[in-house]
Nanobody, 125 residues
């Protein structure tokens, strides 16, 4: 069992930056690919970024490439999402996700085994 707790969301102006953090419980953190999804009311949850078990591989949705960076610290059981050049369309609830992976190099999060509770990010214009 893995429990995920996000933090770092908030209100930011267009062009600003935020850093989301996700704290994971459990001793098997390094066996999971980790990632971030986001959701706005009335729309499906969408993939934002993923990172492999050791952090060697990452994957990004096309709409955040070059602006967001995902990272992890396995010693601290932490995952981060650095978000720069934020746009109003980045406004959403951001969810941390964990996906058990046998293949160490995979940054794919399908299926997601565990979700965090979400943190709101609001980008104001």
């Amino acid at each position: 069992q893995v429990q995920l707790v996000e933090s770092g969301g908030g209100l930011v102006q267009v062009g600003g930056s935020l850093r989301l953090s996700c704290a994971a419980s459990g001793r098997t953190f390094s066996r999971y690919a980790m990632g971030w999804f986001r959701q706005v009311p009335g729309k499906e949850r969408e993939f934002v970024a993923g990172i492999s078990r050791s952090g060697g591989n990452t994957d990004y949705a096309v709409f955040v490439k070059g602006r967001f960076t995902i990272s992890r610290d396995n010693a601290k059981n932490m995952v981060y999402l650095q978000m720069n050049s934020l746009k109003p369309e980045d406004t959403a609830v951001y969810y941390c996700a964990a996906s058990f992976r046998v293949v160490e190099s995979s940054a794919t999060l399908n299926p997601v085994n565990f979700w965090g509770q979400g943190t709101q990010v609001t980008v104001s214009s």
